[in-house]
């Protein structure tokens, strides 16, 4: 008998049992898939390396992290640049000074910082306008009011900028008046549309962010919490890199990908495909599992599968949000010439394309015209889907604390990764999240379930 049974032959299961194994435990991973890697397994079609989840960037700038993952395998510089496309024309993300020359056609930081800073308080203005006159018969008038109705001006000004784009009089002036107004100061955004009107304005909302958004939570975004975008990251410079961490790259393909880094966590590993822990465990006698959680395969459990499938939904689903993918080989050398595109419109059905051989930086041609190119198409989860975003909603929140109860009941499982905590991770939060623990597992701490009451909603 082994001293770990892993579930999931993912990064999260993956890094554990390297760990583990390490320091001389005995490990065995199942995965119910029939090739290892979770959701970063990439694939080899002729020199160019296929992301069969969607396309993974590693970015970090924890030392520990980026030293963990380089002492495995090589990796090759890649910068996320990511370009949006709504209606045929294209921005760059995220919003920086190219988005906004394109957009309002401002070249100077000031000047765009001005026209975002004019369209958000205008919708601010309007939002609050629009709750008093549904709060109507109340007598009391916002200062808001007070002020518009007194001076048509500032009306007015709205009116101007709003049709012309142009800032005819003076905001500053205007702003400073109202953010005198207890509502102004005090405004709060009811939902995921008005949050990103006061923060970015209608321009840079309507033509980058409300399609992309309902197409990814299949909603119209005024349905949606404002918690979602809290911070949308504006750039008053010309920098196109997505991300700010210290450390960014792909493992090389020499190296073989991210399937190549999984293959060196797993070196002296058992590992069983296929294999289904809920469907060998439903195969024990109901009554008596519970006692024996490894199934007789190992003394104690990690699991990084979903924490509602493991006890049963018997406190109802957990939300998620799942994916299509469409992939598709082409003749053709290149056939949009960037790694990721986002469809920011509604009319486009897939959120983003990515063209694999964009991502492989040390990509090698194979000698005729071809590409690999994959449509991702969001969708409601249902049975038989993928898990891939959790979505942390209120009911969801108070199933998973019920479930982290139960879980602390069960002190031979530990629950991680990104299904088995319900937590939207990147790849360095998991490997760090996957050292902790083997390390608290390893110095012969028990297993603690330990994000009880999580109250991180969406
Ligand atoms: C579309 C998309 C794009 C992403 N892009 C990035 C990015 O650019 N950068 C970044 O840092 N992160 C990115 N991520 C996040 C990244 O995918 C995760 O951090 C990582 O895959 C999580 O690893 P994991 O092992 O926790 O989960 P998973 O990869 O999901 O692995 C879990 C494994 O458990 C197996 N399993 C589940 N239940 C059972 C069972 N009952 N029996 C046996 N096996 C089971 C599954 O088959 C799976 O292989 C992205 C995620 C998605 C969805």
Known sequence: MKDFLIVGAGLYGSVIAHELTR?????????KRGASGGNIRTEMREGIMVHEYGAHIFHTSDEQVWKFVTDLVPMSPFVHSPVACFKGSFYSLPFNMHTFKALFGTSEPEEARARIEKEALEEKMRIVKERRSKESGSS???????????????????????????????????RDRFEEDREIKEFAPANLEEQALVTVGRTVYETLIKGYTAKQWGC?????????????????????????????????????????????????????????????????????????????LAKRVIYSGAVDEFFCS???????RSLRFEQEELETD????????????????????????HLTADYRPSGRPFTVITKEYPKLFAEGDERFYPVRDNVSMERYNKYMELAAGCPLVAFGGRLGSYRYLDMD?????????????????????TVKNDSDTV
């Open 220 to 296: 119209d975004p005024r349905m949606l919490s404002a918690d979602i975008i809290k911070r949308i990251p504006i750039r008053y410079t010309y920098k196109e890199d997505y991300f700010n961490d210290r450390y960014e790259g792909l493992p090389s393909t020499e190296a073989g990908g991210y399937t190549g880094l999984i293959d060196r966590l797993l070196e002296g590993v058992e590992v069983r495909l296929d294999t289904d822990y809920l469907a060998l465990r439903e195969q024990r006698d109901p009554d008596t599992w519970y006692k024996d959680p490894g199934l007789g």
């Open 334 to 357: 290149d056939f949009q010439g960037h790694a990721v595109v986002n469809y920011t419109d509604s009319e486009s059905p897939f959120t983003r394309i990515i063209e694999h051989k």
């Open 314 to 320: 018997c406190y109802g689903p957990l939300a998620y």
């Open 429 to 449: 939060k998991v490997i760090k999240a996957a050292l902790e623990d083997a390390g608290r597992l390893r110095d012969g701490g028990e297993e603690r379930n």
């Open 23 to 31: 320091k001389g435990y005995s490990c065995i991973v199942i995965d």
């Open 140 to 174: 009391a008038r916002t200062s808001y009011n007070d002020v518009t109705d007194q001076d048509p001006e500032v009306d007015q000004t709205c009116k101007v900028s709003r049709n012309t784009g142009t800032t005819e009089k003076n905001i500053e002036d205007i």
